[in-house]
């Protein structure tokens, strides 16, 4: 039953994106919340990225060092990466209210830095590709072989169109 003036809509999929900043030098917390605020509802509303209708995630904004060491403990790879995504593990059950934590994506401050000024976008753009890039793998996207990999890129592509972002990598060349 509606009553006047209500609309009902389908409710689509959820996610929040949570903020921890670690590291000061990304700037202003309140701001870097507000913008994952944007940024997932464009994630959820693919439908390569719903896999539950609740989720939710966490962005930790670190620096190289941290995520040098998670890269060194987790993937035996002694060096800093852009992002690293751990996912929380199983995605079902729980109570059907409350959302699936889908894990944790942190981003190393630096790397994105250097690497957003070598492909001449702002960091912002970059940030938001990396965001984008890291629940992707949160929900089983993966780029190891060549097929996995482009679909992540198209599924990425489309949800930064939706952002007002550029492919990401037709500006690499």
Known sequence: MTRTGVVEREVGASLVLELVLEDERWGDEAVLQRRLDEIAPKIAAHPAARIIDRMIATVVLADDAVVRDLNARFRHQDK???????????????DADEPVLLGDVILAYETVEREAETDGVTRDHHLAHLVVHGVLHLVGHDHIDEGEATVMEAVETTILATLGIGDPYAELG
């Not at 800093?80 to 729980?94: K, R």
């Open 80 to 94: 800093a990466t852009n992002v690293l995504s751990f996912p929380a593990g199983e995605t079902v059950g729980g």
